[in-house]
Nanobody, 124 residues
Framework: QVQLVESGGGLVQAGGSLRLSCVISGRTFSNLVMGWFRQAPGEERDFVAAISRGGSTTNYADSVQGRFTISRDNVKKTVYLQMNSLKPEDTAVYFC?????????????????WGQGTQVTVSS
């Protein structure tokens, strides 16, 4: 059974930082591309960041470029999202997702397993 479990969300003031984690089980982590998406109330689920299978290539949405960093630990089977300089518009539920492949990808439909999400709220 494949499971992705996110953690690390919470309430933070604008300008602050959070680090999200996502642990995966039931799949061979080193074969997977990993991604982070977010969904605000009433909005679509949008791409945030992705990392290639080997960790050498990353891909970011324009809105988070330079503020967020995605990384992975293949031993711990965990992907991270370090979020700095947070803004109120970053408020959303953040989801991690996995896909079999090599290259970091941006399209939601290319991911086949998803976590339940973790809430991030940034106050002004």
């Amino acid at each position: 059974q494949v499971q992705l479990v996110e953690s690390g969300g919470g309430l933070v003031q604008a300008g602050g930082s959070l680090r999200l984690s996502c642990v995966i089980s039931g799949r061979t982590f080193s074969n997977l591309v990993m991604g982070w998406f977010r969904q605000a109330p009433g909005e679509e689920r949008d791409f945030v960041a992705a990392i290639s299978r080997g960790g050498s290539t990353t891909n970011y949405a324009d809105s988070v470029q330079g503020r967020f960093t995605i990384s992975r630990d293949n031993v711990k089977k965990t992907v991270y999202l370090q979020m700095n300089s947070l803004k109120p518009e970053d408020t959303a539920v953040y989801f991690c997702a996995s896909a079999v492949g090599v290259s970091a990808r941006r399209k939601r439909l290319e991911y086949d397993y998803w976590g339940q999400g973790t809430q991030v709220t940034v106050s002004s």
